[in-house]
């Protein structure tokens, strides 16, 4: 035991899948130490081969902040987000772990909550929520609101998982609670989220939610398209026989 866990003092590590991010991963990281700055964390950037410099930028942020305190574990080419965070987790030093995005749609004014909400709770996941009283959406078009209410409302109807929003990506994990899911876990690109909660909830573990605004991302474009539509679908289709 490390003289930190002694002192019952969490550490955190929060693991930020990139490609393509040059633009967002400086300010993201800003942000992470402005509203963290009593908290003990780690940022893992796991960065899938981008093409436009976004491994530079992070390079230059260790020199800023410490390589202690952000680490690079980039791979060679884009190979799926479970398996982003499943890399994420080999790395990571702390107690609990936070998965978010780095376009700036999960923006870190929320993590004290997320924090706050599991000590009180002794929670082992805290997931964020567009879908409760506080939450909400922005930036984003009528056919896109209706596509990710479609897809939760299909969800809930076919999986009654007990969470309000499934195919969120902000979240508190405890990382044992999170290995134990990851290996559980088939799905490896946008269903990875759905599974993991789905799963979490059948397994029984204890999951509080927080109400947060989504914002669509400032720079850099959407990579969310058809193919991963219809693999929701899929997923959706192979929760509902398996779980």
Not at 31 to 37: A, S, T
Not at 98 to 114: E, T, W
Not at 120 to 148: D, F, Q
Not at 153 to 163: N, R, S
């Amino acid at each position: 035991m490390t003289d930190r866990q002694s002192k019952g003092i969490d550490k955190y590590s929060l693991i930020i899948p990139t490609y393509n991010e040059r633009l967002n991963i400086a300010l993201i990281v800003y942000l992470v130490f402005k509203h963290l700055k009593d908290v003990d964390f780690e940022v893992i950037v796991v960065d899938d081969g981008s093409p436009d410099g976004t491994q530079d930028v992070v390079k230059q942020l260790q020199d800023v902040y410490g390589e202690d305190r952000i680490l690079l574990r980039a791979r060679p080419r884009k190979m799926g987000l479970g398996t982003a965070y499943a890399h994420g987790l080999k790395h990571a030093s702390g107690d609990f772990v936070v998965i978010m995005d780095a376009d700036l749609s999960h923006h870190p004014k929320y993590l004290p909550s997320f924090i706050k909400r599991q000590h009180e709770t002794g929670a082992s996941i805290v997931t964020g929520t567009r879908y409760v009283k506080g939450g909400g959406v922005h930036g984003w078009n009528l056919m896109r609101k209706l596509t990710s209410r479609g897809a939760n409302v299909l969800a809930q109807t076919f999986l009654w998982p007990g969470v309000s929003d499934l195919t969120g990506s902000f979240r508190l994990y405890r990382k044992s609670v999170l290995e134990d899911l990851i290996n559980s876990c088939v799905s490896k690109g946008y269903v990875f989220q759905m599974e993991m909660i789905v799963r979490a909830s059948r397994k029984g573990f204890h999951i509080e939610e927080v109400p947060i605004t989504f914002v669509d991302r400032v720079f850099g474009s959407s990579k969310l398209g058809g193919s991963e539509i219809v693999e929701y679908l899929k997923g959706l289709i192979y929760l509902l026989l398996t779980t």
